[in-house]
């Protein structure tokens, strides 16, 4: 008897073992199946398939290209959907400003305004600003490579995103150079002189010279120019400088500080054809046609589509 119920304990510890044997085993494999899954979503969302969380993701790590792509995924199923539609246009804007080829360029800009205006439909108020603010951007790059005009568009979206308080520093000098595309004289001068309080350059003090010069204020274009002249380290921008100025100097009939200052662009610039045109200019207002001629064949020697050397030696 005691053997009979001896055998039976060591069945039913050996069945109880096995049991939790078999539970053991169960659980693992559910673990593993359960850690398997995860890694494959967490894969897929930061890897693999088209997602919001990915787009995201690669936002924070300024990659646009990711970005531009995973985005253009996510829209050929789901067209509409805002977020997706942002990101992609602000990717396709990133990737048109920074590229080298204008064919591309052009085509990202024209899909970043694409995207942009879709966006617009749909999106929140509060993002509405920012949305404004990166259209006139994209407008604006794309005046500077088009044939066509878009000046006003640019105008007319960063006008919107200031005036419902998006504070972007360049929003005034993107404004200054849209105006005077525009020939909106005043408007861009005003632009530029805000776009001063936040950043002072070179490039900005010239702008601001041509500005007041178009406008025939004269004097306060001159101011800038000294200030260009006497404080920058940019050869270029001193050198453009000195030629509006010279040419300020012959509308105001001030011939040798003309003369001087286009003589001292030649010494720098041996090969400047717009200096030796001007020159030519300033000896046919002197009514000295025969030097005049012999320094805009200069110009035209080196550079022999030189419109207004051309036109004068047409004459």
């Not at 120019?225 to 400088?241: E, Y």
């Not at 090969?271 to 046609?289: C, I, P, R, T, V």
Request: hydrophobic share 40%.
């Amino acid at each position: 008897m005691k053997y009979s119920i001896g055998n039976t304990d060591s069945y039913r510890r050996k069945n109880r073992f096995m049991r939790n044997s078999m539970l053991a085993v169960c659980i693992c494999a559910v673990l593993v199946a359960a850690s398997f899954f995860a890694y494959r979503f967490i894969h897929n969302q930061l890897y693999g398939r088209p997602s919001l969380y990915l787009v995201r993701l690669q936002w924070k790590s300024y990659d646009y290209s990711s970005v531009y792509e995973t985005s253009r995924r996510l829209l050929e199923t789901d067209p509409f959907n805002n977020v997706a539609r942002t990101y992609h246009g602000y990717a396709a804007f990133y990737l048109g400003v920074s590229s080298l080829d204008t064919s591309n360029a052009q085509s990202y800009l024209d899909e970043s305004i694409n995207s942009l205006r879709i966006a617009m439909i749909s999106a929140k108020k509060s993002l509405m600003p920012q949305l404004e603010y990166m259209l006139g951007k994209a407008y604006f790059f794309k005046n500077t490579l088009s044939s066509y005009y878009y000046s006003d568009l640019a105008v007319k979206y960063l006008e919107q995103a200031k005036a419902h308080g998006y504070n972007a520093p360049d929003i005034p000098e993107y404004l200054g150079l849209s105006y005077a595309s525009l020939d909106m004289t005043m408007d861009s001068i005003s632009a530029f002189t805000e776009a001063l309080l936040v950043r002072e350059s070179a490039s900005l003090l010239l702008s601001i010279a041509e500005q007041y010069c178009k406008a025939g204020q004269t004097t306060a274009a001159t101011q800038y120019l000294f200030r260009i002249i006497n404080d920058c380290d940019d050869k270029s921008l001193v050198l453009q400088s000195r030629m509006l100025l010279g040419t300020i100097y012959i509308d105001e009939e001030k011939y040798e500080e003309a003369e001087t200052e286009f003589r001292t662009i030649l010494e720098e610039d041996e090969n400047s054809a717009d200096a030796y045109f001007k020159l030519g200019l300033l000896h046919e207002k002197q009514g000295d046609m025969v030097k005049a001629r012999a320094e805009w064949r200069r110009a035209l020697r080196i550079q022999v589509n030189h419109q207004g050397a051309l036109k004068k030696m047409s004459e």
